[in-house]
T-cell receptor, first 112, second 111 residues
């Protein structure tokens, strides 16, 4: 099993460009999550999907949209990237809510 | 909103010695989970240990153990017989319906 995979690993964008971060898990987990990690701030939840077909806002959802494409895949879209969105983005999954989360390797995004 | 506080931005330990990392949290819930994650330079988030709030017994995983004080809302991580490979950022996390992380503690292990 690959666990949680994320693509791309690195990305550089110009302000105003759009892009989608992809995440997939092969553990048959119900819940999936997107976090951002900034220096000195730990991880902050952007959006989560408790089950296929549902999505909910986390702590810092502004400027992002998500799609739970199916049980395996959960994508994060930046419609108009801003320098404040420069961060490392992590996807995670868990069997269900309030349970151990398993993380992908992260995507380092730089917005110039 | 639940908050998680790690009051030690950096800690240092001698190889083979014991170190304790602190974590406190704020919640009005009675049912929740607590975690410690390790993040080495590779950036991968690795689960170290997990504690269910309804369990009074402290969780243990090999050289890693926790001191869970529910009334005090404290959840410290003890690493025994520290090894060079333990050097990393350590994050405390709280979960009920969402997940909150502390800002992290950078652990250095001296040979």
């Amino acid at each position: 099993n690959a666990g949680v995979t994320q693509t791309p690993k690195f990305q550089v964008l110009k302000t105003g460009q759009s892009m989608t971060l992809q995440c997939a898990q092969d553990m048959n987990h119900n819940s999936m999550y997107w976090y951002r990690q900034d220096p000195g701030m730990g991880l902050r939840l952007i959006y989560y999907s408790a089950s296929e077909g549902t999505t909910d806002k986390g702590e810092v959802p502004n400027g992002y949209n998500v799609s739970r494409l199916n049980k395996r895949e959960f994508s994060l879209r930046l419609e108009s990237a801003a320098p404040s969105q420069t961060s490392v983005y992590f996807c995670a999954s868990s069997p269900r809510g309030a349970n151990t989360q398993y993380f992908g390797p992260g995507t380092r995004l730089t917005v110039l | 909103a639940q908050t998680v506080t790690q009051s030690q931005p950096e800690m240092s330990v001698q190889e083979a010695e014991t170190v304790t990392l602190s974590c406190t949290y704020d919640t009005s819930e009675s049912d929740y989970y607590l975690f410690w994650y390790k993040q080495p330079p590779s950036r991968q988030m690795i689960l170290v240990i997990r504690q269910e709030a309804y369990k009074q017994q402290n969780a243990t995983e090999n050289r890693f153990s926790v001191n869970f004080q529910k009334a005090a809302k404290s959840f410290s991580l003890k690493i025994s017989d520290s090894q060079l490979g333990d050097a990393a950022m350590y994050f405390c996390a709280y979960v009920d319906n969402d997940m909150r992380f502390g800002a992290g503690t950078r652990l250095t292990v001296k040979p």
